[in-house]
C-alpha cells in the first residue's frame, strides 16, 4: 500500500539554526498538509498546499515557516529561525482530494528537538 | 469554532472487553468524522471514516457511528486484543482543509 514517507525521523538542532523537514506524499495525491504535536497535547494543523501554492495556514504557521514543493514529488518544510517551543513531532499528510471520503494519510512524523 | 473532545485515558481493559472511547465535537456544517490510530513509535493511520449523520465506520473490528442528535461519533470494540494498545484520536474536518483533533486517548490491553 502506497504511504506518506518523512525524514528524518529524529533532527535535533541547535536553537536559532535553520531546519528543513522533508516528506514524500503518494504519489497521485494533490492536497498536502503539515501538521505538529507538541509532547502531550493536541495534534495542531500548521498547513495545507495545494496547486503549488498555500490554500489554508493557522496563526502558528507565522513568518519563520515556509512550505514548498521543489519538484514533483518532495513536500518540505523549513523553519527558518527554530526556537526552544517549535520541538515537537511533525507529521506530513496528503489525500487525493477534500472530501470525507478522502481522507488524509500520514507520515510516521519527524521528531524535532530543539537544543 | 469546531472542536472534538474525546475521554480522558489512559483506559485500561482486560483482553477480550468490550472496549468504549467516547467522543463528541461541535462544529458548524456537516463535517465528516475520523478515528485515528497511533501504536507504538508509529505514526497517524486512519481507523475509520464516516462523512455523513448515520454513517457507520468500521474497520479491524472497530466502529463508530456519525450521531448528529447528540453531536458524537464513539469508538467501539466487542472484543479488545493486546495488540490494540494505542493511542486512538477522533478528529473532524469541516468545510476547510485541515483537520480538527481530539486529545487522544491511551488504551493498555492487558493478557
Known amino acids: 500500500e502506497p504511504e506518506v514517507t518523512q525524514t528524518p525521523s529524529h533532527q535535533v538542532t541547535q536553537m536559532g539554526q535553520e531546519v528543513i523537514l522533508r516528506c514524500v506524499p503518494i504519489?497521485?495525491?494533490?492536497?498536502f498538509y503539515w501538521y505538529r504535536q507538541i509532547l502531550g497535547q493536541k495534534v495542531e494543523f500548521l498547513v495545507s498546499?495545494?496547486?503549488?501554492?498555500?490554500?489554508?495556514k493557522s496563526e502558528i504557521f507565522d513568518d519563520q515557516f515556509s512550505v514548498e514543493r521543489p519538484d514533483g514529488s518532495n513536500f518540505t518544510l523549513k523553519i527558518r529561525s527554530t526556537k526552544l517551543e517549535d520541538s515537537a513531532m511533525y507529521f506530513c499528510a496528503s489525500s487525493e482530494g477534500r472530501g470525507g471520503n478522502q481522507p488524509q494519510h500520514f507520515g510516521d512524523g519527524t521528531r524535532l528537538s530543539i537544543l | 469554532g469546531n472542536s472534538v473532545t474525546q475521554m480522558e485515558g489512559p483506559v485500561t481493559l482486560s483482553e477480550e472487553a468490550f472496549l468504549t472511547i467516547n467522543c463528541t465535537y461541535t462544529a458548524t456544517g456537516y463535517p465528516s468524522l475520523f478515528w485515528y490510530v497511533q501504536y507504538p513509535g508509529e505514526g497517524l493511520q486512519l481507523l475509520l471514516k464516516?462523512?455523513?449523520a448515520d454513517d457507520k465506520g468500521s474497520n479491524k473490528g472497530f466502529e463508530a457511528t456519525y450521531r448528529k442528535e447528540t453531536t458524537s461519533f464513539h469508538l467501539e470494540k466487542g472484543s479488545v486484543q493486546v495488540s490494540d494498545s494505542a493511542v486512538y484520536f477522533c478528529a473532524l474536518r469541516g468545510s476547510n482543509y485541515q483537520l480538527i483533533w481530539g486529545a487522544g486517548t491511551k488504551l493498555i490491553i492487558k493478557p
Open positions: 504519489s497521485n495525491h494533490l492536497y
Open positions: 464516516a462523512t455523513k
Open positions: 498546499f495545494y496547486n503549488n501554492e498555500i490554500s489554508e
